[in-house]
Structure formats: structure tokens, C-alpha cells
């Protein structure tokens, strides 16, 4: 329990870092939450067709841990956010995450420029599936792969 205390705590650094944070009221469907600027200012989507999303990101210093690798909540997030926008449909109330599995192949440091695609895997009712790949642009060499499985509440037909 002691170890996982001491990894919790933040370094004196760290803390003056976090100090300096500005976080501003969030003007919602105006701008973006302090959360996506952080975790996905200079994500660049490359493609978009029916069912496949490319996007290309450059790892930026604040989502590498301390030994400088891309943290694993980061991809996650890329997991997550690139997931969600290959299922999304124009017009229709936004889909919540249900299940999302991950398998870190590899680590990623800063400065690497990843690719993100997603492909939907399929639609039933109102659950739809895609996967995720992430992996070294310029190498091809795989960071992680998930699967992210989505709700969306159907219009009613009444």
C-alpha cells in the first residue's frame, strides 16, 4: 500500500507544474472541456470514409509518465475518443462507452508520431463495435490495439 501511496504522490516539480495549470469555465458545444484540449490538442484526422476514421498524433510532453513513455490512460483516451468517433452518427444523441479492452503491445515516447484508425466492426440494434490500432507511423511497429463497444439510445418509432 506504501508503494502505491509513494507512486501516487507528485514530485515537488510536478506539483509547481500542476500549480500552474489555467482551467477556465467550460462553454459547453462552444469550445472544448479542459479534459479533450488536454488529452487531444494535435490529434489530426488524416481520414474519414463510411466506416474508418486515420488520424495521425505527435506525443506531446504532458501525457508521458515518468519513465517519458505515453501513459497508458493516454491511449486509452485515443482508444476511446478515435472508437467513439468511427461509430458516431450525424443528428443522433452521442453513444456511451460500455466495454472497451486494450492490449499494450508496445511503449511510444515523445516526439513519436503515431497513426489511430478505427473500423467499425459492426452495428446491432443499438450496440455498435470497433477497433482500434495504434501504432508507430514512421516503424509500423504496433503500441496497442482495442476494442470499443458502444450504446446508442435509438429514436422511438412511435
Known amino acids: 500500500m ?5 507512486m501516487l504522490e507528485l514530485t515537488q516539480n510536478e506539483s509547481k507544474i500542476v500549480s500552474r495549470l489555467i482551467v477556465h469555465p467550460h462553454r459547453a458545444n462552444v469550445e472544448p472541456s479542459f479534459y479533450e484540449d488536454f488529452a487531444l490538442r494535435g490529434i ?3 481520414r474519414i470514409e ?7 498524433f505527435k506525443i506531446p510532453p504532458r501525457l508521458v509518465d515518468r519513465a517519458g513513455k505515453l501513459s497508458p490512460g493516454a491511449i486509452a483516451n485515443l482508444v476511446d475518443e478515435v472508437g467513439g468517433a468511427v461509430v458516431y452518427k450525424e ?3 452521442m453513444n456511451v462507452s460500455v466495454n472497451i479492452s486494450i492490449s499494450y503491445m508496445s511503449t511510444a515516447e515523445v516526439d513519436d508520431e503515431l497513426e489511430v484508425s478505427a473500423r ?3 452495428r446491432k440494434g443499438s450496440i455498435s463495435t470497433a477497433v482500434v490500432l495504434i501504432k508507430k507511423k514512421g516503424t509500423g511497429e504496433i503500441v496497442a490495439q482495442g476494442r470499443h ?4 439510445k435509438l429514436s422511438s418509432k412511435i
Open 91 to 93: 443528428a443522433l444523441p
Open 120 to 122: 467499425l466492426l459492426g
Open 44 to 46: 489530426h484526422v488524416d
Open 149 to 152: 463497444t458502444l450504446f446508442a
Open 50 to 56: 463510411s466506416e474508418i476514421v486515420v488520424c495521425t
Open 2 to 6: 506504501d508503494r502505491a501511496k509513494h
